[in-house]
C-alpha cells in the first residue's frame, strides 16, 4: 500500500536553528531517502517553499479569491512530503520515525493513500 508522509515544522523555530545543525540534519535526510530508494520503498518526495511563497485559492463572493499563505494559520507548516510503498503501515509508521528531522521538533503525518492518477 502507499502512504504519503506530510513532513510538518515550525519554519520560525527550523530558521532559529544554527546552520551547521540544519546542515547535519539535511544529510542525514539525503541518507534517508537514498536508503529507502535502496530498499525500494521510495517512490518519490519533495521539499516546499517556506510559507510565504504559498497561495491559497477558494470560490466565495461569487468568484475565485487568491490570497497570501497557507490556507490555515497553524503553528506547524507543511514542509514537504515523501510517497512510500510499504507492506504495511506498521513499516511506514517505522520509516517515518527515523525521518532526521524529528529531532527538531518536526512532526510527520502517515496516511494511506486511497488512489493515485
Known amino acids: 500500500m502507499r502512504y504519503m508522509l506530510f513532513c510538518c515544522s515550525n519554519e520560525a ?15 542525514e535526510y539525503g541518507e534517508w531517502i537514498e536508503a529507502r530508494r535502496a530498499d525500494g520503498t521510495y517512490l518519490r518526495g519533495g521539499k516546499l517553499h517556506d510559507t510565504p511563497a504559498a497561495r491559497s485559492i477558494r470560490l466565495a463572493e461569487g ?8 490556507f490555515a494559520e497553524t503553528k506547524e507548516q507543511i514542509g ?6 510499504c507492506e504495511s503501515e506498521d513499516q511506514a509508521l517505522a520509516l517515518a520515525e527515523m525521518i532526521p528531522t524529528l529531532r527538531a521538533g518536526a512532526v510527520v503525518e502517515v496516511r494511506p493513500m486511497r488512489w493515485e492518477h
Open 13 to 27: 523555530h527550523w530558521n532559529a536553528l544554527p546552520e551547521e545543525e540544519r546542515d547535519a540534519i539535511m544529510r
Open 63 to 70: 468568484g475565485t479569491i487568491v490570497r497570501d499563505g497557507p
Open 80 to 85: 514537504g512530503f515523501h510517497i512510500l510503498e
